[in-house]
């Protein structure tokens, strides 16, 4: 649910009272045409409020916090699940933990411990919306997040394999499910793992805290995600070069 | 206002079919070609003025509606071809060249061919307006090889529109199903046209409009296919040269 644009311009005038719209844009990197156009219409994109907090050194969460639809974001954050931590480590990063893993393994006795595993890509990564909800899904989840917001399931789950979800839907997810309610605005990149109270670490750590089997299962469920999404491009793109081929 | 209708349907056409010269001489699908080209053909057929002369050039039997019919059948055949083999729509490419497909248009051919024999039908006038104001007899006639003459166009767009449906709600990029939404659009017309003989006299504007409107989705919407491969080819090199 965008922000309202009076409740905007408060904001904006409690943390840069002498700032005009052109400075705040050349500040935080919003198009000075996309800021217009949102005042005009009433409704303040939550990534704009993101971006110009950025620019001043407040914490994006706390400026959501300040708005009345975002007001249960105020207060101590909630610390993510590990199931959480590690949806958020992209596919790669876990076959080479992988990997690296084994290749400890065969080292043997001459090697005390394994080659240290590259460090872990930020989140988001390419299907971390996706993961992210399975991660934290009770297998009721997706059915509790669309009674409590009325959005249709198809229109839910084209969101999430698209990698998208709407900061709203986000935060309802994160609440149907119990866990910390930034969660979901790190999975779809609106903010960083810090600004929403991760420790540093903790993905690798959660990493760290897996077992050998679980790491392996897991690894191969995203392989196997991988290869369908890859083949499904594939024949996407089959057919196209044959509509070319007959209609071009 | 159906002047006008009629002479921008046929610049659209002849406008496709130069642009297609090109490739055609590249022998791209030079068939795409002949398509534009035909239906050029046919919508020049359709309008009165170069109907008259065109026809009397040919004995001013009408003779050049019939063979307006035959070119619109042509087209729409290759139309629905093309469309088959790129959509992969294999089972209904038996509904239009398989045995069943061919036997429909034998019979609708057929058909037609008779029912022009029948009727008297000399005076040059598009539409055969002039013969179907001569006699009950040849109103009916009229009437009757009219409708045959658009059930095969008819035909093969139900055949096709399943696979129109589909690609429009598939993956493929937005030109390609915009392309597929117009050629159903248009094939949703020519059935429509079928009904042609129970509008009411006052609505003959609106059967102009189906017409050339039908006319005007295939050719646009064959177009956007083809835009949407320039494009897609064009931005492929850029793509690599901005990722050295």
């Known amino acids: 649910m965008p922000l309202p644009a009076k409740a905007f311009q408060r904001w904006l005038h409690g943390i840069a009272p002498q700032a005009s719209t052109a400075d705040i844009c050349r500040i935080s990197g919003v198009k000075r045409t996309t800021l217009a156009q949102q005042l005009v219409r009433g409704k303040v994109a939550e990534s704009t409020v993101v971006s110009i907090s950025r620019a001043f050194n407040i914490n994006p969460v706390a400026a959501l ?9 105020a207060g101590s954050p909630v610390l993510p699940t590990a199931a959480e931590l590690v949806s958020q480590i992209a596919t790669m990063d876990l076959l080479s933990a992988v990997i690296a893993r084994s290749a400890g393994a065969a080292g043997g006795g001459d090697a005390d411990r394994p080659p240290p ?12 919306v996706k993961n992210w909800v399975d991660a934290i899904d009770d297998g009721e989840l997706r059915h509790r997040v669309s009674a409590a917001t009325g959005i249709a399931p198809q229109n839910y789950s084209a969101q999430l394999t698209a990698n998208r979800l709407t900061p709203e839907l986000a935060i309802a997810t994160s609440r149907a499910a119990g866990v910390g309610l930034t969660g979901g605005l790190v999975a779809t990149g609106m ?3 810090s600004e929403a109270g991760w420790p540093p670490g903790a993905r690798q750590a959660a990493l760290d ?17 991988l290869g369908k999404t890859l083949r499904r491009q594939e024949q996407d793109h089959q057919q196209t070069k044959t509509i070319w081929e007959n209609l071009g | 206002m159906i002047e006008i209708l009629q002479w921008s349907t046929l610049a659209v056409c002849c406008a496709a079919a130069v642009a297609r010269i090109p490739s055609a001489v590249r022998g791209e699908n030079r068939s795409l070609f002949y398509i534009f080209l035909l239906a050029t053909l046919a919508i020049l057929l359709s309008i009165d003025g170069p109907y008259v002369a065109i026809d009397g050039l040919l004995g001013g039997i009408n003779v050049a509606n019939l063979i307006l019919r035959f070119v619109l059948f042509t087209v729409i055949f290759f139309i629905g071809l093309r469309c088959v083999n790129a959509f992969g729509a294999d089972k209904q490419r038996r509904w239009l060249v398989g045995r069943p497909g061919l036997l429909v248009f034998g019979l609708i051919s057929a058909v037609m061919v008779v ?5 008297d039908s000399f005076s040059s006038s598009a539409g055969l307006s002039a013969v179907y104001e001569r006699s009950t007899r040849n ?3 009229v009437e009757y090889y009219g409708a045959a ?11 096709l529109l399943p696979a129109m449906v589909k690609a429009v709600g598939s993956r493929l990029p937005g030109l390609v199903r915009a392309g597929a939404l117009l050629l159903a659009i248009g094939g949703v017309c020519l059935t429509v046209s079928l009904l042609f003989p129970f509008f009411p006299a006052q609505l003959t504007p609106l059967k102009f409009v189906i017409n050339y409107g039908a006319a005007l989705c295939f050719v646009v919407g064959l177009a956007a296919f083809w835009i949407a491969r320039v494009r897609a080819t064009q931005s492929a090199p850029q793509k690599s040269s901005t990722a050295k």
């Open chain 2, 149 to 159: 003459g658009r059930a095969y166009p008819a035909y093969v767009s139900l055949v």
């Open chain 2, 115 to 119: 029912f022009f024999a029948m009727m």
């Open chain 1, 117 to 128: 595993a590259p460090p872990l890509t930020p989140a988001p990564h390419a299907t971390s």
């Open chain 1, 191 to 193: 903010i960083t793992e």
């Open chain 1, 209 to 225: 805290a897996l077992s050998d089997g679980e790491l392996a299962a897991l690894a191969g469920e995203r392989l196997q995600a």
């Open chain 2, 139 to 141: 109103a009916h006639l």
């Open chain 1, 65 to 73: 916090a300040t708005f009345a639809s975002y007001s249960e974001l």
